[in-house]
């Protein structure tokens, strides 16, 4: 056998048939044809061309590609697509519009929280995400009682909360104060 054939057996071999899955994409169902492995992130960006969503380290690091799977948050490069067929999944172009702004995005544009705007999509989804787990009780790394059933989301919450998602411009006093504006209007 030549080594090229030897190639091609292997290349066979390896060769993954494509999955069809149904995405729910912002409350619209997407049919897709994908490979298998292809992340939630790819899928979102080289699929479907929604490319609010971004790509940063693409492994888990950075926070760039955060979106909610079922009102939670979760970082897209990290998940495949095909695990997907029956969630809710929502990007930052399901959030608001121009026009109608999601409160966290327009707290984020009042209190300048960005410069970039490379690692917003992400901040801004996270940010959601992580409001509904301080809501639903759940502590963090920064909470004092853990045992308690609401805990003050003090600048140090926030903080901790908000750490998976970095920001290379440092717009962090910004974003600590656009979360911080929204996390207030939801007491009030
Ligand atoms: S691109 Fe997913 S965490 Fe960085
Ligand atoms: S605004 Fe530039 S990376 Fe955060």
Redesign the pocket.
């Known amino acids: 056998m030549s080594l090229s054939t030897v190639g091609d057996t292997k290349n066979a071999e390896n060769a993954t048939e494509n999955a069809k899955v149904a995405l729910t994409v912002n409350g619209r169902v997407r049919q897709l044809e994908l490979d298998p492995r292809t992340s939630l992130l790819d899928a979102l960006r080289e699929h479907l061309h929604l490319t609010g969503t971004k790509k940063g380290c693409d492994h888990g690091q950075c926070g760039a590609c955060t979106v909610l799977i079922n009102g939670r948050r979760i970082n897209s490069c990290l998940t495949l697509a095909v695990m997907h067929a029956d969630d809710e999944i929502v990007t930052i172009e399901g959030l608001g519009s121009p026009d109608a702004l999601h409160p966290m995005q327009a707290a984020f544009v009042l209190r300048d929280g960005?410069?970039?705007?490379?690692?917003?999509p992400g901040?801004i989804c996270s940010a959601i995400g992580m409001l509904a787990e301080a809501k639903a009780g759940w502590p963090s790394h920064a909470t004092a009682d853990v045992a308690a059933q609401t805990t003050a989301l003090t600048d140090a919450e926030i903080r901790e909360r908000m750490s998976g998602n970095?920001?290379?411009?440092?717009?962090y006093p910004n974003i600590i104060a656009a979360i911080r504006d929204v996390a207030e209007g939801d007491r009030g």
């Open positions: 960005f410069q970039c705007g490379y690692c917003t901040q970095i920001c290379r411009c440092a717009a």
